[in-house]
């Protein structure tokens, strides 16, 4: 093994560690599970009870949510690339720069090696 070569194992081997990092340090994982409650119909149920306060009106909601809504779970090896948040959706931008980094290094590692 020559000196390009074990350079490039050292940054291929940096650029494995940073994108498992990605992964279990900022929730990129390739689960994602979530409550779906699109399919219950929030008029009807609300005009079946009546509250008193709004505190009330919110644990009954709450309670609605885990009664009718459906538990759902995704899996897939994009969901490392791309999380879905209440907000919007995360791109893991610092894990695909490490996976085309390491593609690069073991490129270059069979590039480059004594004939």
């Given at each position: 093994m020559n000196d390009?070569?074990?350079l490039l194992v050292m940054v291929g081997t940096g650029s494995l560690l940073v994108?498992?990092?990605?992964?279990?340090?900022l929730g990129f994982s390739p689960i994602h599970r979530w409550l779906d409650t699109s399919e219950i119909n929030w008029e009807y149920e609300k005009s079946n009870v009546d509250?008193?306060?709004?505190?009330?009106?919110y644990k009954w909601a709450e309670d609605?949510?885990?009664?009718?809504?459906?538990h759902?779970?995704?899996i897939g090896l994009?969901?490392?690339?791309?999380?879905?948040?209440?907000?919007?959706e995360r791109t893991n931008w610092l894990g695909i720069i490490s996976c085309?980094?390491?593609?690069?290094c073991l490129t270059g590692?069979?590039?480059?090696?004594?004939?």
């Open positions: 390009k070569q074990k994108f498992l990092i990605t992964i279990f340090g509250f008193d306060n709004e505190k009330e009106w609605l949510k885990y009664e009718k809504g459906t759902r779970t995704k994009p969901l490392l690339f791309n999380k879905p948040t209440k907000e919007g085309f980094n390491m593609a690069f590692f069979f590039l480059f090696k004594d004939k």
